[in-house]
């Protein structure tokens, strides 16, 4: 008796895999398992959660470390999940951007697609920078904080600039602001 090597079945992204495709791009490429699990899974049993995600890892959308990755590169929290092939064309897809996916996933034709995404401003995280790792965790961290206080304060969030970009542009470092002053009868009352 042979055992045949078949390939996964398809999966049919739901929603909520939009989501979290859409979120790792935004947070720069990489999320841990307590951040995905809480932020875009909550709420169903554990085996579903863990079935889910290796299917959309079979099916190119997503990668996570190897045993080996792991061992050279000790991750944080249980794993992180960083976008594969398919999951970086959806995104591209979401913003309007068709970069001619590849016929082949050998790692030139890969190395090319990636060009191709980037000539269109789509940077794709092929894999985590593990030096910064726990740093990369933490700012995610405080992300998903900053945006669920502005919700608390019905505040409307217009998006969080990725580190890189912060870096790059200086006038994303400097903060204006006015201070208005209510004056009755000579006097300041209040300052907005």
């Not at 959309?56 to 990668?63: D, E, G, P, V």
């Not at 064309?89 to 913003?95: I, K, L, M, P, S």
């Not at 019905?154 to 970009?165: D, N, P, R």
Request: proline content about 5%; some cysteine; hydrophobic content about 35%.
């Amino acid at each position: 008796m042979t055992s045949r090597t078949s390939s996964p079945p398809p999966v049919v992204l739901q929603e909520r895999d939009r989501v979290f495709l859409k979120a790792l791009y935004d947070c720069d490429g990489v999320l841990s398992y307590t951040q995905t699990r809480a932020h875009f899974y909550p709420g169903i049993a554990d085996s579903t959660f863990d079935n889910r995600l290796r299917q959309l890892k079979h099916n190119q959308y997503i990668h996570y470390p190897t045993t080996e990755q792991k061992r050279e590169h000790p991750v944080p929290d249980r794993t992180v999940y960083w976008l594969g092939v398919k999951g970086i064309a959806e995104v591209a897809a979401h913003y309007g951007v068709d970069a001619d996916f590849p016929n082949t996933l050998s790692n030139d034709a890969l190395n090319k697609y990636a060009r191709r995404l980037r000539m269109q401003n789509i940077r794709w995280v092929r894999e985590p920078h593990w030096r910064y790792l726990k740093h990369h965790l933490a700012v995610c961290d405080g992300r998903f904080l900053a945006r669920a206080a502005a919700k608390k304060a019905a505040l409307i969030w217009q998006g969080w600039t990725a580190e890189s970009v912060f870096r790059a542009d200086r006038s994303l470092q400097t903060v204006t602001y006015t201070v208005q002053e209510v004056r009755r009868g000579g006097q300041i009352v209040d300052v907005e």
